[in-house]
């Protein structure tokens, strides 16, 4: 039991003690209304939530202890690659970089906290998108390996558990949440992809060969780590029984496997490839990237779980899903259209688990919402408590009932960060409180809710 944060929503420190820029130092703060974007340059008017994050650069002892007092078990935090490797392609990393992760670790080693580290949470260093296309380029693959080799060794014997990734699976020729996750994913805009399919397939693919790569490292560094993957896995029903969208809703659910598929079959899935072949896209499957899936599986998978979603049939083969605009009628949403769907955890956790036969960890679970602060500036959030019970609820029945084995449940945001999909900081999740506001102003005062 824990929380999980990632570096570019609460660290801030953008540009100290040699840290790089990355493409999430050029996004713009957003709303559900109006998209976050992506600039070429830092432009002065413009309000970048992760210059500042919820300054856990320079608050991280307080956050730790205020977490150690709420007894957590772990915590997941990522490594910024540009504050260990600023343009990303150095030989030698910035070691003040590495000496602030090594003093978060080794602060929650010290209060019985096991640190969980994500090593790709949606940021790279900006030269590699400018100078090298991203995860276009193979040659990006190297630099990951590199700086993974780095992190494994500089960490090896204090971090047990390891992340590859974060939700590359939203990384797909065929899924709405291109747009967003393009950027999120690669710091490349959806607008300026040529060939949009083949792209996005080949970063998919790329940063899959990427991740098993690391994992067969990670596990030849040090033979105790347990190294996963994290996926935003969502629930996904089907519209109603007409067979034809049954048969939909089974390839909308599988867009969120094949990456698992390639990380635990010790293969590239086929249907994948055939799908490719239907949609015109080319992938080259090398013989070097074979070995790379059969010598390497993933220890876990992590599960990023905060709604379901509805499939629906629109006549053609190829649909799309995920967050798609198909309302459940039987379940209520956050007011950022997630829908609350606690038994879609259990459908999941046993999902998964039974198609690898692997531990799953729940890497990331909770509710966004606007928490208003009363006369005596207290918050009185029953709906998150609410929130929280019905997963657990579900979570322990996929556990004790159906036997999933189960690592972790790590909540997302235990403490306040900003917003991945909008850069806002109103859209809350944490136990404890961070006094900010959308525009990055506020005292930072942290308070436990
Ligand atoms: C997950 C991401 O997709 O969702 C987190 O791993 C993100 O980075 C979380 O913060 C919640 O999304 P949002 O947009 O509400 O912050």
Same mark, same amino acid.
């Given at each position: 039991?824990?929380?999980? +944060?990632?570096?570019?929503?609460?660290?801030?420190?953008?540009?100290?003690?040699?840290?790089?820029?990355?493409?999430?130092?050029?996004?713009?703060?957003?709303?559900?209304?109006?998209?976050?974007?992506?600039?070429?340059?830092?432009?002065?008017?413009?309000?970048?939530?992760?210059?500042?994050?919820?300054? !856990?650069?320079?608050?991280?002892?307080?956050?730790?202890?205020? !977490?150690?007092?709420?007894?957590?078990?772990?915590?997941?935090?990522?490594?910024?690659?540009?504050?260990?490797?600023?343009?990303?392609?150095?030989?030698?990393?910035?070691?003040?970089?590495?000496?602030?992760?090594?003093?978060?670790?080794?602060?929650?080693?010290? #209060?019985?906290?096991?640190?969980?580290? =994500?090593?790709? #949470?949606?940021?790279?260093?900006?030269?590699?998108?400018?100078?090298?296309?991203?995860?276009?380029?193979?040659?990006?693959?190297?630099?990951?390996?590199? !700086?993974?080799?780095?992190?494994?060794?500089?960490?090896?014997?204090?971090?047990?558990?390891?992340?590859?990734?974060?939700?590359?699976?939203?990384?797909?020729?065929? =899924?709405?949440?291109?747009?967003?996750?393009?950027?999120?994913?690669?710091?490349?805009?959806?607008?300026?992809?040529?060939?949009?399919?083949?792209?996005?397939?080949?970063?998919?693919?790329?940063?899959?060969?990427?991740?098993?790569?690391? *994992?067969?490292?990670?596990?030849?560094?040090?033979?105790?780590?347990?190294?996963?993957?994290?996926?935003?896995?969502?629930?996904?029903?089907?519209?109603?029984?007409?067979?034809?969208?049954?048969?939909?809703?089974?390839?909308?659910?599988?867009?969120? @496997?094949?990456?698992?598929?390639?990380?635990?079959?010790?293969? @590239?899935?086929?249907?994948?490839?055939?799908?490719?072949?239907?949609?015109? +896209?080319?992938?080259?499957?090398?013989?070097?990237?074979?070995?790379? !899936?059969?010598?390497? $599986?993933?220890?876990?998978?992590?599960?990023?779980?905060?709604?379901?979603?509805?499939?629906?049939?629109?006549?053609?083969?190829?649909?799309?899903?995920?967050?798609?605009?198909?309302?459940?009628?039987?379940?209520?949403?956050?007011?950022?259209?997630?829908?609350?769907?606690?038994?879609?955890?259990?459908?999941?956790?046993?999902? *998964?688990?039974?198609?690898?036969?692997?531990?799953?960890?729940?890497?990331?679970?909770?509710?966004?919402?606007?928490?208003?602060?009363?006369?005596?500036?207290?918050?009185?959030?029953?709906?998150?408590?609410?929130?929280?019970?019905?997963?657990? $609820?579900?979570?322990?029945?996929?556990?004790?009932?159906?036997?999933?084995?189960?690592?972790?449940?790590? =909540?997302?945001?235990?403490?306040?960060?900003?917003?991945?999909?909008?850069?806002?900081?109103?859209?809350?999740?944490?136990?404890?409180? *961070?006094?900010?506001?959308?525009?990055?102003?506020?005292?930072?005062?942290?308070?436990?809710?």
């Amino acid at each position: 039991m824990g929380g999980s +944060i990632s570096a570019h929503q609460s660290e801030g420190g953008w540009d100290v003690d040699g840290k790089g820029l990355n493409y999430m130092d050029l996004v713009t703060s957003g709303s559900y209304e109006i998209p976050r974007e992506m600039t070429e340059e830092i432009e002065n008017d413009k309000n970048y939530p992760s210059h500042y994050g919820i300054d !856990f650069y320079n608050r991280f002892r307080d956050d730790i202890q205020m !977490f150690a007092e709420m007894e957590f078990k772990a915590l997941r935090i990522s490594i910024d690659w540009s504050r260990t490797f600023p343009k990303g392609i150095e030989e030698h990393p910035n070691q003040a970089g590495l000496d602030f992760y090594h003093e978060v670790i080794d602060r929650l080693i010290s #209060h019985d906290i096991e640190p969980i580290v =994500t090593l790709y #949470h949606f940021e790279m260093p900006m030269y590699l998108v400018k100078e090298y296309g991203s995860w276009l380029n193979r040659e990006v693959i190297d630099k990951y390996l590199h !700086f993974c080799e780095t992190i494994f060794k500089s960490f090896k014997g204090k971090v047990r558990y390891w992340a590859t990734f974060n939700e590359t699976n939203h990384l797909d020729p065929q =899924t709405e949440l291109s747009d967003i996750f393009t950027y999120l994913l690669t710091g490349i805009k959806y607008s300026d992809l040529g060939d949009k399919k083949q792209a996005m397939a080949e970063m998919g693919y790329n940063m899959t060969v990427a991740s098993s790569k690391a *994992v067969e490292l990670g596990h030849k560094i040090d033979p105790n780590n347990k190294i996963g993957c994290v996926f935003g896995l969502t629930s996904i029903y089907p519209f109603n029984c007409k067979p034809e969208n049954i048969m939909n809703n089974f390839k909308d659910m599988d867009r969120n @496997f094949y990456q698992i598929d390639a990380m635990c079959n010790r293969k @590239f899935p086929e249907y994948k490839l055939k799908e490719y072949q239907r949609l015109g +896209i080319k992938l080259e499957i090398s013989t070097e990237d074979k070995e790379s !899936f059969r010598m390497a $599986t993933l220890d876990f998978i992590g599960i990023n779980y905060y709604s379901s979603s509805v499939s629906k049939y629109n006549g053609s083969e190829e649909v799309e899903a995920i967050f798609a605009d198909v309302q459940n009628p039987y379940l209520e949403q956050s007011k950022w259209g997630w829908s609350i769907g606690p038994i879609g955890l259990r459908y999941m956790m046993n999902y *998964v688990y039974r198609r690898y036969g692997i531990p799953v960890m729940i890497t990331e679970n909770g509710l966004g919402a606007v928490d208003e602060l009363d006369s005596e500036r207290n918050i009185h959030d029953d709906y998150r408590v609410e929130y929280f019970k019905q997963h657990i $609820t579900e979570m322990k029945k996929a556990i004790i009932e159906d036997g999933v084995d189960c690592l972790g449940y790590l =909540t997302w945001g235990p403490i306040d960060v900003i917003s991945a999909t909008t850069g806002e900081m109103r859209k809350r999740y944490g136990f404890i409180y *961070v006094n900010q506001d959308n525009s990055g102003n506020g005292s930072r005062r942290r308070k436990k809710r």
